[in-house]
């Protein structure tokens, strides 16, 4: 019995983070890297944007290819209401049991 794996959602886009999703893109999977939003309310996709180019620039590399480092995507506006939606309903779900 195998899995069919077709996108993986890491969370968290420090060096831990960064080299799961490396990982996963080296094995061929892509995946979304999520973080915390920025303190001064810039761009939502700031710290997960910097977490990608850091480990593209990773000694020694993280990348068996540099290509491979495309596989690795910060969340889309989409996918970042999505998540905040869910993990709202979820929140609100659990406190009231």
Do not use: E
Not at 64 to 72: E, I, M, S
């Amino acid at each position: 019995m195998g899995y069919d794996i077709r996108k993986v959602a890491v969370l968290g886009a420090g060096v831990m983070g960064q080299g799961i999703a490396a990982h996963l893109a080296n094995a061929g999977i892509p995946s979304v890297l999520f973080d915390i939003l920025p303190r001064d309310g810039g761009d939502r996709r700031k710290i997960a944007k910097d977490g990608i180019l850091n480990a593209q620039k990773s000694k020694p590399a993280v990348f068996y290819k540099a290509d491979d480092a495309r596989l690795v995507t910060p969340p889309t506006t989409t996918t970042t209401r999505a998540c905040s939606a869910s993990v709202t309903s979820s929140s609100r779900s659990s406190s009231r049991t």
